[in-house]
């Protein structure tokens, strides 16, 4: 039971998933219940949530508190000699089309591994990559980062991938 309401919640949480549902439960209040003005407002309710889910406006609302929480740390501050390692969190990669090496991953991947570089150039940590692999893709977004390392000159028994 419990597997069941975890697996409704993840599949819920998810904007388009959500958005279909609500697509669905008004067409059933139309056609069932012949609830027209409430089959409008869910409908009406389910297009507003998906466009304002699809704003980059909005995720930059989640991650700003996120983000300004912590200062930024350069990459030869003092701070990164009490650090055990460098952790970098996956975003996203491109494997469709034969790209130039600094194409092929998306800025937001693009700056942060640039910084762990930087990083890992001044204090010789272990670099964790992380990240997983979306259905479509052939490659984990942490092991996309690792072949980023790898080409950067970083050693591979200093890169650790998770989950590996």
């Known amino acids: 039971m419990i597997e069941l309401l975890r697996n409704t919640v993840h599949f819920l949480i998810q904007p388009l998933n959500l958005f279909f549902t609500l697509l669905f439960i008004a067409l059933l209040l ?3 219940f012949k609830a027209n003005k409430t089959a409008w407002f869910v409908l ?3 297009s507003a949530f998906l ?5 980059p406006m909005t ?3 989640m991650l700003k508190p996120i ?3 912590y200062p930024v740390i350069q990459a030869d501050a003092p701070i990164l000699q009490q650090t055990d390692a460098i952790l ?3 975003c996203r990669h491109y494997e469709d089309t034969p790209r130039p090496f600094a194409d092929r991953w998306h800025r937001c991947s693009l700056l942060r591994n640039l910084q762990a570089s930087q990083m890992y150039r001044y204090q010789q940590k272990p670099v964790y990559v ?3 692999i979306l259905k479509y893709r052939e490659q984990s977004e942490a092991e996309a980062n690792k072949a980023f390392f790898l080409a950067l000159g970083i050693s591979p ?3 650790v991938s998770v989950p590996s």
């Open 30 to 32: 139309k056609l069932l």
């Open 44 to 46: 009406t309710l389910a």
């Open 51 to 55: 466009l304002w889910c699809s704003l």
């Open 59 to 61: 995720s930059n609302m």
């Open 67 to 69: 983000e300004r929480r």
């Open 88 to 90: 970098v969190l996956g």
């Open 130 to 132: 992380s990240g997983g």
């Open 157 to 159: 028994e200093h890169i």
